[in-house]
T-cell receptor, first 114, second 112 residues
Framework: SQTIHQWPATLVQPVGSPLSLECTVE??????LYWYRQAAGRGLQLLFY??????ISSEVPQNLSASRPQDRQFILSSKKLLLSDSGFYLC?????????????FGAGSRLTVL | AQKITQTQPGMFVQEKEAVTLDCTYD???????LFWYKQPSSGEMIFLIY??????QNATEGRYSLNFQKARKSANLVISASQLGDSAMYFC?????????FGAGTRLFVKA
C-alpha cells in the first residue's frame, strides 16, 4: 500500500532563517506531487506541483522554492523565512496522469516564524 | 481561471439529521473532477467523495452524497444521519489538468 511521510511535524524558526520541509512517498512510482499551504482557519493554497523528477511548476510567486531530486521525494525550501511564511504546509500525491485523481495528504508541517 | 466558492463559513446540524454543504465552481474545461475532503481538528485531510464532470449519476459513499448540478455549476455535499464525529472543516475541490484547487471551507458543528 502507498504511504506518504512528511517532516518535521512542527517547527519554530526565526525570521531570516532557512527552511527545508521534506516529503516522501512509498509504494508507488512516478506520482504527481504537491505542496499546499493553509493559513489559520483558511483553505488550501497550491504552492508547487511536480509531474516528474526535476519538473516543478510554481503557482504563487513567493519566498519559497521546491525541488524533486528523486521520483518520490519532494522538498520545500526557503533561504530566508518571512513572518508571512507561517502556516500549515501539506504535501500530497496523486496517481500520474491528467485528470480526476484523488489527493492523498501527509500529516502536515506546522511552521511558526517569529 | 478555475475557481471554487464555498459561501458557508460555518454550519450547525443536530445529530442524526442531514446537512447540505454548498459548493459552486467555475471552469472553462470540459473535463474536470469535483471532490470533497474532510479536515478534523488534527489537521489531516481525508478524501470523502468524487464526481467526474461526465458522470450522469450523483456520487455516493456511505452517508455522503454529492448533488451534482452541472448546468448550475454546483457540487453540494450531503451528509445524512450526522454524527458527532462529523464535526470538522469540509473543503470542496476541483481538478483540471494536473492541479487541484480548494474552496475556503465550511466548518460543520454537530450538536448532540
Amino acid at each position: 500500500s502507498q504511504t506518504i511521510h512528511q517532516w518535521p511535524a512542527t517547527l519554530v524558526q526565526p525570521v531570516g532563517s532557512p527552511l527545508s520541509l521534506e516529503c516522501t512517498v512509498e509504494g508507488t512510482s512516478n506520482p504527481n506531487l504537491y505542496w499546499y499551504r493553509q493559513a489559520a482557519g483558511r483553505g488550501l493554497q497550491l504552492l508547487f506541483y511536480s509531474v516528474g523528477i526535476g519538473q516543478i511548476s510554481s503557482e504563487v510567486p513567493q519566498n519559497l522554492s521546491a525541488s524533486r531530486p528523486q521520483d518520490r521525494q519532494f522538498i520545500l525550501s526557503s533561504k530566508k523565512l518571512l513572518l508571512s511564511d507561517s502556516g500549515f504546509y501539506l504535501c500530497a500525491w496523486s496517481e500520474q496522469g491528467v485528470g480526476a485523481n484523488v489527493l492523498t495528504f501527509g500529516a502536515g508541517s506546522r511552521l511558526t516564524v517569529l | 481561471a478555475q475557481k471554487i466558492t464555498q459561501t458557508q463559513p460555518g454550519m450547525f446540524v443536530q445529530e442524526k439529521e442531514a446537512v447540505t454543504l454548498d459548493c459552486t465552481y467555475d471552469t472553462s474545461d470540459q473535463s474536470y473532477g469535483l471532490f470533497w475532503y474532510k479536515q478534523p481538528s488534527s489537521g489531516e485531510m481525508i478524501f470523502l467523495i468524487y464526481q467526474g464532470s461526465y458522470d450522469e449519476q450523483n456520487a455516493t459513499e456511505g452517508r455522503y452524497s454529492l448533488n451534482f448540478q452541472k448546468a448550475r455549476k454546483s457540487a453540494n455535499l450531503v451528509i445524512s444521519a450526522s454524527q458527532l464525529g462529523d464535526s470538522a472543516m469540509y473543503f470542496c475541490a476541483m481538478t483540471g489538468g494536473f492541479k487541484t484547487i480548494f474552496g475556503a471551507g465550511t466548518r460543520l458543528f454537530v450538536k448532540a
